[in-house]
Structure formats: structure tokens, C-alpha cells
């Protein structure tokens, strides 16, 4: 079994920054499949980015170009760069993994992630 844990969401302005992290507590995990969803009120959750195991990320299109996703291994992390932040933006944002390497295809498949976080929450004010 293994814990996520997301840190860094927080209220921003618009056109601002902030970085996601989330540490798995156990490695193994975090090497492998790892994702970023998000939830805002009212809506579904939707998937943001992931990074499989061999290095390869994907994005919505909605952030395409704003969100970098990548890891640090050495302290069993994944963080989420978030830069232009818009209000639509602003969810619940929750972190993912799978305990193999390579990532659903095609990509964002919830039910293909076993182990989910608690949330961190992004509010972007406009």
C-alpha cells in the first residue's frame, strides 16, 4: 500500500504560478505511472498531465503549454508546475498513481490508477 500526499495549492491571482507536489511513501511508486486530476465544484474530474515511468508526459489540451509535470525520484516526488494561471483553473487537484510504469491509453483513464491522494486545492482569483 502506498500514500499520497500533495502539498503546495494555495490562492494565486490570475496569470500567476504555483507548483504541486505530491510524495508517495513508498518507492517504486512514484518512478512509475504518475498522474494529476482535478475536480472544481460542480464539475467532473478531469485529467490534467501524467508521466509514465520511461520519462513520456501527456497533457489536457486546456493546459497544454502552461503545466509542466515532472519528478524527483531521489525523494519520491511529483511535482506539477503551474504557470498562467486562469480562474477556470481553480479545483481540487489530486494526485495519481499506478504501480507500473507505463500510463493508460488512451490517457486520463481515473479507474486505471489505483492510489489517489487527498487533494490539494488551487484557487485562482480573477
Known amino acids: 500500500q502506498v500514500r499520497l500526499v500533495e502539498s503546495g495549492g494555495g490562492l494565486v491571482q490570475a496569470g500567476g504560478s504555483l507548483r504541486l507536489s505530491c510524495e508517495a511513501s513508498?518507492?517504486?511508486?512514484?518512478?512509475?505511472?504518475m498522474g494529476w486530476f482535478r475536480q472544481a465544484p460542480g464539475k467532473e474530474r478531469e485529467g490534467v498531465a501524467t508521466?509514465?515511468?520511461?520519462?513520456?508526459?501527456r497533457y489536457a489540451e486546456s493546459v497544454r503549454g502552461r503545466f509542466t509535470i515532472s519528478r524527483d525520484n531521489a525523494v519520491r516526488t511529483v511535482h506539477l508546475q503551474m504557470s498562467s494561471l486562469k480562474a477556470e483553473d481553480t479545483a481540487m487537484y489530486y494526485c495519481?498513481?499506478?504501480?507500473?510504469?507505463?500510463?493508460?491509453?488512451?490517457?486520463?483513464?481515473?479507474?486505471?490508477?489505483?492510489?489517489w491522494g487527498e487533494g490539494t486545492q488551487v484557487t485562482v482569483s480573477s
Open positions: 508521466l509514465d515511468g520511461y520519462g513520456s508526459a
Open positions: 495519481a498513481a499506478r504501480a507500473i510504469n507505463r500510463c493508460s491509453d488512451p490517457p486520463f483513464q481515473a479507474d486505471a490508477f489505483g492510489y
Open positions: 513508498a518507492y517504486g511508486y512514484a518512478s512509475g505511472c
